[in-house]
């Protein structure tokens, strides 16, 4: 197995576990991101060197400093967070940037699915209306009524749509040359 082959089944891997934890339990543990993130920068360190350092934390960085104001404002958890830092470590910003949107589009049509499955459309676009209304008068300010605090929320499963995305990139990537991975 090549080294690009390797970074991507560590990643598919970590994110398929963190699937599954916060399928289960609507958490994903420090034990997975932290070892996830330590991976990503040792695998680009020992493959290239520094300037493979430099990969990894350029792509952990951009996740962890896009997504922040989404967790000050609790709109994803600190584990969300976390994972999507350990998949920037361990496939670079570029790629990163693509999970990432993917993700966040699998997550809107779980929402959706969630939504509908709950009757809760009515109240989801009220809640919508309300961020969109403060957003605009008073700027990124949280919200108590809407935010990962307010139990009576719907919450959907980030660490799915992760995983998700990440076999959606991965495929891409690979399609052609299926036969030489297995």
């Known amino acids: 197995m090549d080294a690009r082959t390797t970074v991507w089944m560590v990643t598919l891997a970590l994110t398929c576990v963190a699937a599954v934890w916060d399928w289960q339990s609507r958490r994903i543990p420090n034990w997975l991101t932290v070892p996830g993130v330590v991976a990503g920068i040792t695998l680009h360190s020992v493959l290239q060197g520094w300037p493979g350092a430099r990969f990894a934390l350029a792509g952990m960085g951009l996740a962890l400093v896009l997504l922040l104001p989404l967790v000050y404002l609790r709109a994803i958890g ?52 309300t961020l969109i209304k403060g957003f605009i008068a008073f700027g990124l300010v949280k919200n108590p009524n809407i935010s990962l605090d307010n139990p009576g929320l719907l919450k959907l499963p980030f660490g799915v749509a992760v995983a998700a995305a990440t076999i959606a990139c991965f495929c891409i990537a690979y399609w052609p040359t299926w036969k030489h991975i297995f």
């Open 78 to 129: 600190a584990g969300d967070w976390k994972l999507m830092g350990a998949v920037g470590a361990l496939v670079g910003w570029q790629v990163l940037l693509i999970v990432m949107f993917g993700s966040v589009f699998v997550a809107g049509f779980m929402a959706m699915a969630q939504m509908i499955r709950a009757d809760r459309g009515t109240e989801t676009l009220r809640n919508l209306w």
